[in-house]
């Protein structure tokens, strides 16, 4: 469970360090639903404890594309730094701060970026066909994925979201705060556990009619998803700075 009194602003300024990397995420749909702690909790490594609001447990899908990933002091050099992405992942802490993201799975376009991912960042990528189609005037945006490898497979994602409203920043202590301004990464490998750093201005986040949804990747993570309709947020998007990752000292 969360602790009442976690700090989640101070993830929010920018480290004191140079970034290692430089990255741009755009059009991004947050899809969420509220699941029992008692389903998400026995998924997380040793070390980790669920991240909660309310009392309740949430995991996310969120499909989006990557511009202009490169490493610090290189150029972006096209196919190999612009790709979509679609990630599974649920909210955690380490023992009461640092709140973060666990990532049960994360799928990109680029076989590349796949494997440097893994080896680099320690993080469960795997290799998807995907496809984003943005109506004139984004009106509309409409993502597809299917899984490649490495297994376990089929794991697929097909939704159409559309964005309404005015796009504003989220207010601390809301539900929306706590679901998309999230700073830090968790990995896992070999038995040790590892921490990343994100840092990105606040996102500016609107509301969304979702259609269409259907998918597979929750079920291949291990999860259960409700029958209800998921909480939807879309941003246009946000410029990244990533830190380097580090091993957590339990």
Same mark, same amino acid.
């Given at each position: ?11 929010? =300024? ?10 741009? /995420?755009?059009? !991004? ?14 998924? !997380?490594?040793?070390? #980790? ?8 447990? /949430? ?7 990557? =511009? ?11 196919? #190999? ?6 990630? @599974? ?23 590349? $970026? @796949?494997?440097?991912?893994?080896? /680099? ?17 984004g009106t509309s945006y409409a993502y597809r994925?299917?899984?490649? /490898? ?22 601390? *202590?809301?539900?929306? %705060?706590?679901?998309?301004e999230r700073y830090f990464l968790y990995s896992? $490998?070999? *038995? ?12 500016? @986040? ?6 269409? !949804? ?8 291990? !999860? ?6 998921? #909480?939807? %947020? ?12 580090? =091993?957590?000292?339990?």
């Amino acid at each position: 469970m969360a602790p009442p009194d976690i700090d989640r602003l101070s993830p929010t =300024r920018r480290p004191d360090e140079r970034p290692v990397m430089y990255q741009s /995420w755009r059009h !991004l749909l947050f899809l969420h639903w509220s699941l029992p702690v008692e389903q998400v909790a026995p998924l !997380l490594p040793e070390g #980790l404890t669920l991240d909660t609001f309310e009392g309740r447990a /949430w995991v996310g899908l969120v499909p989006f594309t990557m =511009r202009g990933v490169r490493p610090r002091g290189l150029p972006a050099v096209g196919f #190999l730094s612009d790709f979509h992405e679609t990630n @599974v992942r649920t909210y955690v802490h380490f023992q009461g701060r640092d709140p973060g993201v666990w990532f049960f799975s994360l799928e990109a376009a680029n076989a590349i $970026a @796949v494997r440097l991912a893994r080896a /680099w960042f320690k993080l469960p990528y795997h290799y998807a066909g995907m496809e984003l189609t943005a109506a004139p005037g984004g009106t509309s945006y409409a993502y597809r994925s299917e899984r490649r /490898w490495p297994p376990p497979a089929p794991a697929t994602c097909a939704v159409r979201c559309m964005p309404r409203g005015p796009a504003s920043t989220s207010t601390p *202590g809301t539900l929306q %705060h706590f679901l998309v301004e999230r700073y830090f990464l968790y990995s896992q $490998a070999h *038995g040790e556990l590892y921490r990343g750093q994100v840092h990105h201005a606040p996102y500016e @986040v609107r509301g969304a009619d979702v259609e269409g !949804l259907e998918e597979t990747l929750l079920a291949a993570a291990g !999860l259960s998803r409700p029958s209800e309709a998921p #909480l939807a %947020h879309f941003s246009e998007g946000v410029d990244v700075d990533v830190f380097r990752l580090r =091993r957590v000292v339990r």
